[in-house]
T-cell receptor
Framework: TQLLEQSPQFLSIQEGENLTVYCNSS?????LQWYRQEPGEGPVLLVT?????EVKKLKRLTFQFGDARKDSSLHITAAQTGDTGLYLCAGGDNYGQNFVFGPGTRLSVLP | GAVVSQHPSRVICKSGTSVKIECRSL??????MFWYRQFPKQSLMLMATSNEGSKATYEQGVEKDKFLINHASLTLSTLTVTSAHPEDSSFYIC????????FGSGTQLSVL
């Protein structure tokens, strides 16, 4: 059974600080996706990484896929209150049909 | 990106009634859709995989007769919560695959 772990589970920081959240597994994934979910809404896709060692940047967010495609990290620079939410990672298989979700990191950015 | 529409966004019903939630892929065909349940401040819990033209695959512990799933077309899957009780109150979310996984906006079910 493929499992994804995320750390930390909860994170509360001040606006302007930097942070990194992690997504780890003992399994290899063909792709890995990061989502952000706000209360009362569905998750919104932030990025998909598919190549080992790949780094993608989305404004203040930097995503990295581990060389072995078993882990990923999300780094946020100069966090803003609008970054508050539940960050989920999901690993996909070769067929792009089966996804395994991590338990999420709940981020609170305080003004 | 692809769009998944989920309706209704919020429903309040009396105990014992049935509630249907619709999940539509608006600009792509989805042979597979997924249904999740989410409790407050927790992550997504996969309930079942909905397969177009065949029976849904339920996760362990999810009652098939309680949560009826129908995937009659390539763009529509429905989840019916039958004889709903207060413990069924939750946030239900669907998703569909179009190379990547896209989510509906969720349905908040409150059973009185």
């Amino acid at each position: 059974t493929q499992l994804l772990e995320q750390s930390p589970q909860f994170l509360s920081i001040q606006e302007g600080e930097n942070l990194t959240v992690y997504c780890n597994s003992s399994s290899v994934f063909s792709s890995l996706q990061w989502y952000r979910q706000e209360p009362g809404e569905g998750p919104v896709l932030l990025v998909t990484v598919v190549t080992g060692g790949e780094v993608k940047k989305l404004k203040r967010l930097t995503f990295q896929f581990g060389d072995a495609r078993k882990d990923s990290s999300l780094h946020i620079t100069a966090a803003q209150t609008g970054d508050t939410g539940l960050y989920l990672c999901a690993g996909g298989d070769n067929y792009g049909q089966n996804f395994v979700f991590g338990p999420g990191t709940r981020l609170s950015v305080l003004p | 990106g692809a769009v998944v529409s989920q309706h209704p966004s919020r429903v309040i019903c009396k105990s014992g009634t049935s509630v249907k939630i619709e999940c539509r892929s608006l600009d792509f065909q989805a042979t597979t859709m997924f249904w999740y349940r989410q409790f407050p401040k927790q992550s997504l819990m996969l309930m079942a995989t909905s397969n177009e033209g065949s029976k849904a695959t339920y996760e362990q512990g999810v009652e098939k007769d309680k949560f009826l799933i129908n995937h009659a077309s390539l763009t529509l899957s429905t989840l019916t919560v039958t004889s709903a009780h207060p413990e069924d109150s939750s946030f239900y979310i669907c998703s569909a695959v179009d190379e990547k996984l896209f989510f509906g906006s969720g349905t908040q079910l409150s059973v009185l």
